[in-house]
């Protein structure tokens, strides 16, 4: 079975870190794309980070840009994402993807809780 479980999330403080966890089995992870996703309150899903099957390629999105990280650990096959000065508008449920031609699939969602 193809699995993505998040962790890490949390209550933090304006300016304050959080790094969050996916967990992949039952998928060629070290083939795949990896992608975190948030959606807030009232808002549409939105594509936070992505990284490549390799580690070396990123991007993202233009509000998390300078301290949000994405990487990964292919012999653990977990993706990672860095939060770092985090502002009470990151506040969401951030979703792990995963695509892996032809097929894709997403984590549970993990809450992310920015405020003082």
């Known amino acids: 079975q193809v699995q993505l479980v998040e962790s890490g999330g949390g209550l933090v403080q304006p300016g304050g870190s959080l790094r969050l966890s996916c967990a992949a089995s039952?998928?060629?992870?070290?083939?795949?794309?990896m992608r975190w996703y948030r959606q807030a309150p009232g808002k549409e899903r939105e594509l936070v980070a992505v990284?490549?099957?390799?580690?070396?390629?990123?991007n993202y999105a233009d509000s998390v840009k300078g301290r949000f990280t994405i990487s990964r650990d292919n012999a653990k096959k977990t993706v990672y994402l860095q939060m770092n000065s985090l502002k009470p508008e990151d506040t969401a449920v951030y979703y792990c993807?995963?695509?892996?031609?032809?097929?894709?699939?997403w984590g549970q969602g993990i809450q992310v809780t920015v405020s003082s």
């Open positions: 993807n995963a695509y892996w031609p032809p097929l894709t699939t």
């Open positions: 039952g998928f060629a992870f070290s083939s795949s794309i």
């Open positions: 990284v490549g099957s390799a580690g070396t390629s990123t």
